[in-house]
């Protein structure tokens, strides 16, 4: 009798064991499951956008009136026409989808992480260059055109993916890509790997590519405007 007693009493304490590590193991898989659906709330904006189905809708940037691009540009036109060429049967606003939207996210990390900040002083011996960073290194404007090479070649169309020149927190010129969305206008960045809506970077916009065509236009964000972009850090 004691011995069936004492196997009765290992038998429930087995089963006391095994149900505290189903449990444990039910808790584990939930966790997984709410960090790949994206509901669990860690990292950083970057990271938590790795899991964003679609980012919250932003107004436009307005423009007022023409502006003249830095002198790089139309040296770097001089090169590469066909990347400043203006089609306008194509669309000058994407269409976001959740796969779109990832897309544009991962491109920008990518070549973040693919490309080393050099200024063009540094590299070349000029205070401005525009060119894609062949080399492995490059600064702001190289980081942005190696960028919307990407996601044209991905099949999104170049009307949508403007270069733009802003004031950055230095109050210094600095390039961007801007994407035209139906949900808004959102700004790929080599000082970060989180997209934002243009609103959010804190940046002074100055004037970006036209969209109608080659000529630039004005975002009417200050008087004196940059002649030239020169951000390589990161």
Not at 41 to 53: E, L, N, R
Not at 175 to 190: F, H
Request: some cysteine.
């Amino acid at each position: 009798m004691a011995s069936k007693a004492r196997d009765r009493s290992v038998t429930a304490g087995v089963g006391k064991v095994v149900s505290a590590a189903n449990h444990t193991k039910a808790i584990g898989k939930l966790l997984s499951l709410l960090i790949v659906t994206g509901t669990l709330a860690v990292g950083s904006t970057a990271s938590a956008q790795t899991f964003a189905s679609l980012p919250e809708s932003v107004s436009l940037l307005s423009s007022h009136g023409g502006a003249r691009p830095v002198p790089a540009w139309d040296d770097f036109c001089a090169r590469y026409p066909g990347e400043c060429a203006v089609d306008i049967s194509e669309p000058a606003v994407i269409n976001l989808t959740a796969e779109t939207w990832q897309m544009i996210v991962s491109v920008n990390r990518q070549v973040n992480n693919e490309i080393r900040p050099l200024t063009d002083q540094e590299q070349w011996g000029v205070v401005d260059s525009w060119d894609f960073p062949t080399t492995g290194y490059g600064d702001c404007e190289d980081y942005q055109l190696l960028k919307r090479t990407r996601l044209i070649s991905a099949g999104l169309p170049r009307r949508a993916l403007r270069m733009t020149v802003v004031l950055d927190e230095r109050n210094e010129g600095h390039a961007v890509l801007k994407v035209v969305t139906n949900r808004g206008e959102y700004v790929l960045d080599n000082k970060t790997n989180a997209v934002l809506p243009w609103d959010r970077t804190g940046y002074v916009y100055i004037k970006r590519e036209g969209h109608d065509s080659t000529a630039w236009v004005s975002l009417g964000g200050a008087v004196a405007s940059p002649t030239a972009v020169a951000t390589a850090q990161r």
